[in-house]
C-alpha cells in the first residue's frame, strides 16, 4: 500500500509563485498612477480651498493675505503651498506641493484685473532625467 503524500509539488509552488509574480507586475505600476493621481487632487483641493479663503479675506480687508495665517485655512499633511505676489490689493499667485511626490507642483493665480483666466489651477510634473515633461 502506499502512502499518500501531504503538501505541494515543487512545480505546484513554481506556478504559484509564477501567477504571483505576474499579478504584482499588473497591480504595482496602477497602485503608484492611483496615488499620484490622490495627491494631485490634494494639492488641487488644497489651492481651490486657499482660493476661498483668501477671497473672504479680501472681502473683509480690501488685500489678500500674504501668508496662511491670518486665514481660516489649513493645508492638508504633507503639502507645502508658497504665496507671493507684486501688489496684495489685486493679485496673488499660489504654488502646491506635497512632500511625497517632489515631482509635481500645481499653481494658480487670483487676480482683480489682467487677461489670465482668475482661478485658474494648473499642475505640471517636472521631467524625469532623460524623459519629458508630464502635464495631467
Known sequence: ????????????????MLLMGAL?????????????KAYLATL??????L?????????ENMVYAPDSTGLDWKPSS???IS?????????????AAHDNM????????????????SGEIICHMTAPPGGSAITP
Not at 504584482?24 to 499620484?36: C, G, H, L, Q, T
Open 44 to 49: 488641487k483641493s488644497d489651492l481651490g480651498n
Open 102 to 117: 517632489p515631482s509635481a507642483h500645481c499653481v494658480t493665480h487670483v487676480g482683480r484685473t489682467g487677461t489670465t483666466s
Open 78 to 80: 504633507l503639502v507645502r
Open 1 to 16: 500500500m502506499r502512502k499518500q503524500r501531504v503538501g505541494f509539488t515543487f512545480v505546484e509552488v513554481l506556478v504559484a
Open 51 to 59: 482660493r476661498i479663503a483668501q477671497e473672504a479675506y479680501w472681502s
Open 24 to 36: 504584482s507586475a499588473i497591480a504595482v505600476p496602477r497602485y503608484r498612477n492611483f496615488k499620484e
Open 83 to 95: 504665496i507671493t505676489s507684486s501688489d496684495w490689493s489685486d493679485d496673488f499667485t499660489a504654488t
